[in-house]
C-alpha cells in the first residue's frame, strides 16, 4: 500500500471520511513526536529550525492550543525544507483543510499531482479530496467562545487610607475601617472572525462580566462590551484599527457608557525583539440616579498613547517593557482633568509545567484643578506602584483525563498596589489574591 493510502484509506470519499482519516493520521505521524511531555518553546525552534522531529512537535503543539497560524507556518517552513516528504504534506494538508483554507489546500494538492512517485490509486484519491473540495461549503466565520469564573479575596476593598483619615471640603475626619471582601466574578466573551485574503481578518467579539461582592454589594456591577476590528499582515507588520463600545450596569453607583476608537501595531526586528504601539480615543458619559447625582461630573473625552518592547532572553524567559500617557478632559467639572504617565516592567516565565508573569508598574496621575469637594488648596497628585505575580497551568497536565486537549488553564495571582498622594484619601495600600478558571471553545 503507498504512502498516501497508508494514512487515507477509504474506497468512497466524503468530507467527514476525510476529516476522520485525517485526524488518524496526525495522530499516527506525530505519535514519535509526543513521547515527551516537555513543551518545546519558540526559543528552540529558532536554535533548531532544520530539527525535523523537533519542529513536527511544535507544529502539534500550536494546533492543539488553537494556535493553527503558527502550525501552518511551521508546516510549510518544514516543507520547503523536506520537499520530498509526502507525509509532511499530508499533515499541513489535513491543517489546511480543518481551518477552511482551501487555496493553500489546493496548491498542496496540485504540488502532489505533480509528483511521478505516486500510484494511480493515490492520484485518485487526491482528486476526490479536490472535488470534496470544490463541494464543501465553506465556513465564511470562525466563532469561539471564552469562559472564565472566578474569585478575588482583597483586604482594603474600600481603599481606606493609611491613617484612616479623609478630607471633605477642607474638613480633616475619621475615615472607615479598611473592610475585607470577597469577589466572584465571572465572563464570557463570543468572538466570530472572517478572514479576508491570506493575511487580513475581521473581528467581531461580544462580551459580559459579571461581578459581585460578599459585603460591599453596592459595588456589584455587570458591563457588557461589543468591539468590532480589523487584522492585516504586511511581512513582519500587523495593524489592527477597532472600535468598541462598553457599557457598565452598578448596583447604587451611577452607570456608565463609554464609545472608543483606536488603533494598534506591532513588528518584529530579528528573531528576539518585537514593539508595539497604539493609539485610543474614548467619550465616557455617567447617568444620575438616585444615589449619585454628580455622575456627569466625570464625563470626558481622553487620549491615550502606548508603546512597547518584548524582548527573548532565553528559550524560557522573555522580558516586556512598556510606557504610556493618556489626557482625559471632563466635560463638565474640571476637578476631573487629569493627566496619567503609566511606566511597566515584566518578567515572562515560559517553563515546562507552567507559565508564570511577574509585572511592576508604576503611574502618575496629575490633575489639572482642584476639587473643592475633598481639599480646595491642593492639586491632587498620586503615585501609585502595581506589583503583580501570575501562574497559569493547563488543568490537563495534572488531569490529562479531565482536560485531554489542555484546553482548560487555572489562574493563580497575587496583587499589591500602593498609592502614595498628596492628598491623604488617595494614600493607602492593598493585597489582592485571586483564582480563576478560563476556557476557550471553538464553536464550529
Not at 536554535?47 to 522531529?53: G, T
Not at 477552511?100 to 494511480?120: H, N, Q
Not at 488553564?409 to 488617595?426: D, G, Q, R, T, V
Request: proline content about 2%.
Amino acid at each position: 500500500m503507498s504512502s498516501l493510502k497508508q494514512y487515507l484509506n477509504y474506497k468512497e470519499f466524503n468530507l467527514l471520511k476525510l476529516l476522520t482519516s485525517l485526524a488518524l493520521f496526525i495522530c499516527l505521524f506525530t505519535n514519535s513526536a509526543l513521547s515527551s511531555e516537555k513543551n518545546i518553546t519558540y526559543m528552540q525552534i529558532l536554535q533548531k529550525p532544520n530539527d525535523l522531529d523537533l519542529n513536527l512537535k511544535y507544529a502539534q503543539q500550536q494546533g492543539k492550543m488553537g494556535n493553527f497560524k503558527q502550525t501552518i507556518s511551521t508546516l510549510e517552513r518544514l516543507n520547503m525544507l523536506y520537499p520530498e516528504n509526502v507525509e509532511i504534506k499530508l499533515y499541513l494538508l489535513s491543517v489546511l483543510v480543518q481551518v477552511d483554507s482551501p487555496e493553500k489546500a489546493y496548491t498542496i494538492i496540485e504540488e502532489m499531482k505533480l509528483r511521478r512517485d505516486l500510484d494511480p490509486e493515490d492520484l485518485e484519491t487526491l482528486l476526490e479530496i479536490e472535488e470534496g473540495l470544490k463541494d464543501r461549503e465553506p465556513s465564511l466565520w470562525n466563532l469561539t467562545a471564552d469562559i472564565s469564573v472566578g474569585g478575588v479575596y482583597t483586604d482594603n476593598v474600600n481603599s481606606v487610607s493609611k491613617t484612616r483619615l479623609q478630607s471633605t471640603s477642607d474638613v480633616i475626619g475619621g475615615f472607615n475601617s479598611a473592610k475585607y471582601d470577597r469577589t466572584l466574578s465571572g465572563g464570557l466573551g463570543l468572538s466570530a472572525s472572517r478572514p479576508i485574503g491570506e493575511e487580513s481578518s475581521f473581528l467581531i467579539n461580544l462580551n459580559h462580566t459579571s461581578s459581585e461582592q460578599h459585603q460591599e454589594t453596592d459595588d456589584d456591577f455587570q458591563s457588557y462590551g461589543l468591539t468590532f476590528a480589523f487584522d492585516t499582515t504586511l511581512g513582519n507588520q500587523s495593524l489592527s484599527p477597532y472600535y468598541m463600545v462598553s457599557k457598565s450596569d452598578y448596583q447604587t453607583d451611577a452607570d456608565s457608557f463609554s464609545n472608543m476608537y483606536g488603533i494598534g501595531g506591532f513588528f518584529t526586528v530579528g528573531e528576539r525583539n518585537s514593539f508595539s504601539y497604539g493609539y485610543s480615543f474614548a467619550d465616557s458619559k455617567g447617568n444620575h440616579n438616585s444615589t449619585d447625582d454628580t455622575a456627569m461630573d466625570t464625563n470626558s473625552i481622553a487620549h491615550g498613547f502606548t508603546l512597547g518592547h518584548d524582548y527573548i532572553l532565553t528559550e524560557i524567559i522573555s522580558t516586556s517593557f512598556s510606557l504610556g500617557y493618556s489626557d482625559t478632559d471632563a466635560r463638565v467639572d474640571a476637578g476631573n482633568d487629569y493627566e496619567t504617565y503609566d511606566v511597566g516592567f515584566g518578567l515572562n516565565f515560559a517553563f515546562p509545567w507552567a507559565y508564570i508573569a511577574v509585572s511592576n508598574a508604576v503611574g502618575f496621575n496629575d490633575y489639572k484643578k482642584e476639587d473643592t469637594s475633598v481639599n480646595s488648596n491642593k492639586l491632587r497628585s498620586d503615585y501609585t506602584n502595581t506589583f503583580d505575580i501570575m501562574l497559569t497551568k493547563a488543568i490537563g497536565d495534572i488531569f490529562p483525563t479531565i482536560d485531554p486537549n489542555r484546553s482548560l488553564f487555572i489562574n493563580l495571582s497575587y496583587e499589591k498596589m500602593i498609592s502614595e498622594a498628596n492628598i491623604l484619601n488617595y494614600d493607602y495600600i492593598t493585597d489582592s489574591f485571586s483564582i480563576s478558571f478560563s476556557r476557550s471553545v471553538r464553536l464550529n
